[in-house]
């Protein structure tokens, strides 16, 4: 592919699906707790169970009172119930202990690193779901690496393939100018469900034929 072109990549997407542009969302709280319900299910059933949560309960105080069991009942429509009703409770858990409430707005103020570091130390937070938190409800530019985002990532040349999901997220920060983090890592989302596809991507129609590192492989394939 020769030098990485992001600005190539990225006008090439935006031409394609649109522009992307950051809004503010909901509390670093919500988007955390949400994240945890997104895992291993749909968009669909994963705001459906933070619904029901919200429904069922007065506020996180109530929540993190509740017992697991309570919580799993509520989100049952996101899947893994009582696995991600654990996370939930011990998540609020320790950061009521570390902060005497559920205020995170805090973590605008720290650096970067050290914003995602103190949520990666709270139970099941991962790189992930931190950077989730950070980009989506307070804007700060760190680029979540999911399986979409990774996948595009490595057939485009941008990270080595033997580069794991935990290095892509700093690396792929490195490379993507921080004013263009968030539609960056929206648009290679929207990309790869609708054109990179795990099993067969539809190479023909990519926009990024011309850029794309995996191509003649691909063609190769037979990919359609």
Not at 74 to 89: M, N, T
């Amino acid at each position: 592919m020769g030098r990485i072109d992001i600005g190539g990549i990225l006008n090439l997407l935006v031409e394609e699906y649109g522009n992307r542009e950051w809004r503010p969302r909901q509390s670093p709280l919500s988007v955390l707790v949400q994240t945890i319900l997104s895992q291993n299910t749909s968009d669909r059933n994963s705001n459906r169970a933070f619904e029901s949560l919200l429904a069922s309960f007065g506020g996180w105080e109530e929540v993190a009172d509740a017992s697991m069991a309570e919580i799993a009942d509520c989100i049952r429509p996101g899947g893994l119930g009582e696995i991600k009703a654990s996370y939930i409770k011990q998540v609020l858990e320790e950061i009521r202990r570390r902060r005497e409430g559920f205020e995170l707005d805090f973590l605008r103020q720290l650096p970067l690193n050290e914003a995602r570091d103190w949520l990666r130390q709270l139970p099941g937070v991962g790189m992930k779901t931190a950077s989730c938190v950070l980009l989506f409800s307070l804007g700060i530019p760190v680029l979540p690496v999911d399986t979409h985002v990774f996948r595009v990532a490595k057939r485009l040349g941008l990270i080595d393939s033997k580069v794991s999901v935990e290095q892509a997220h700093k690396l792929l920060e490195s490379l993507v100018p921080p004013s263009d983090v968030y539609r960056f890592h929206i648009l290679l989302i929207e990309h790869g469900r609708k054109v990179c596809k795990a099993q067969r991507p539809r190479c023909c129609l990519c926009v990024l034929q011309g850029m794309c590192a995996s191509n003649e492989v691909a063609f190769g394939r037979g990919y359609s």
